[in-house]
């Protein structure tokens, strides 16, 4: 009796993969965006992370090497890669000013009371030793006035000035609320960064990248409400203790400065959780078979 085939790797990744994109697709669905349309801006992701992996392994990203790595038409690939659309600045990818506002009022000593939560500020004080929102913005940039800035996280919802003029922080992460654009990039940049880090030590067999979670079951709602609360406790420590840290560290790396072989790195540190019945947790599809060819007529 022959031995029998062992599964089909890429078969394997495939059905993960449509695992991971269901969420996804959920959100695409929400918004109008149908199969056809998705189908076609993915081929401009394919050719991008081609020629990126072809860079990689010092290979010449041609038109065919990149039509064989994506399985796309040479058609396709050469009018995507003479039609390249800029790519973002890297500035596009930093802390905005309100998202580093509040990284430094929820996290600084000189901002926080006495029982480490973050103080009201008034605009200015005539007390030099008093902390102000002044103060605060001018350590983030001198470029944008104060007042606007508060103003632009009272917009967000992240902050709201007292009956006093006081500025008061509302949420002590950057999770706006009200604005789908700041929510869909929040979703974005951070869903992006954690599946990256997840990829990288799956493909290079090794644990490059801190990505662990916790997974229990047999919860009532009311448990896993209480698991919910003390993961959000936890990470508001964590939160505190990784800014002031990371604070440190971009002075003391700016002082220093930077060169080709110690290049300017940026990098994310978030946590997550998720509940749902396990009654309704989604299946992953079955790939498509690697041969629709059946033999019928």
Do not use: C
């Not at 959920?26 to 918004?31: D, E, I, K």
């Not at 500035?91 to 029982?115: C, F, G, I, N």
């Not at 700016?254 to 790195?265: C, L």
């Amino acid at each position: 009796m022959a031995n029998e085939s062992p599964p089909a790797i890429p078969d394997e990744v495939l059905q993960q993969a449509l695992h991971l994109l269901a969420p996804v697709v959920r959100l695409l669905l929400a918004h109008g965006v149908d199969h056809p349309r998705l189908a076609a801006a993915l081929k401009r992701v394919f050719v991008d992370q081609a020629r990126a992996d072809l860079e990689r392994r010092d290979q010449k990203a041609t038109h065919t090497a990149i039509s064989l790595l994506t399985g796309l038409q040479r058609r396709d690939v050469r009018a995507l890669v003479d039609d390249a659309a800029p790519a973002l600045p890297r500035k596009a990818t930093s802390p905005t000013l309100p998202m580093q506002v509040v990284a430094r009022w929820a996290s600084e000593a000189q901002y926080l009371d006495e029982e480490g939560r973050p103080r009201a500020l008034p605009m200015r004080s005539a007390d030099a030793d008093e902390p102000t929102f002044e103060q605060l913005a001018d350590e983030i940039s001198k470029d944008v006035h104060a007042p606007a800035l508060l103003d632009e996280l009272v917009r967000l919802g992240l902050a709201l000035v007292d009956e006093g003029g006081r500025a008061r922080l509302v949420s002590e992460s950057f999770v706006p609320t009200g604005d789908f654009s700041q929510l869909l990039g929040a979703l974005a940049r951070g869903g992006h960064d954690h599946l990256a880090a997840s990829v990288a030590n799956v493909i290079e067999r090794e644990q490059r990248f801190l990505d662990y979670s916790l997974f229990a079951d047999e919860l009532r709602p009311e448990s896993a409400d209480e698991l919910q609360a003390l993961a959000k406790k936890l990470w508001r420590s964590a939160y505190k203790r990784s800014v002031v840290a990371a604070t440190e560290l971009i002075e003391r790396d700016k002082a220093r400065g930077f060169a080709p072989e110690a290049p300017e790195m940026r990098v994310r540190f978030g946590v997550y959780f998720y509940a749902e019945p396990k009654t309704s947790e989604p299946k992953a599809p079955a790939p498509p078979p690697a041969n629709d060819d059946t033999g019928a007529s």
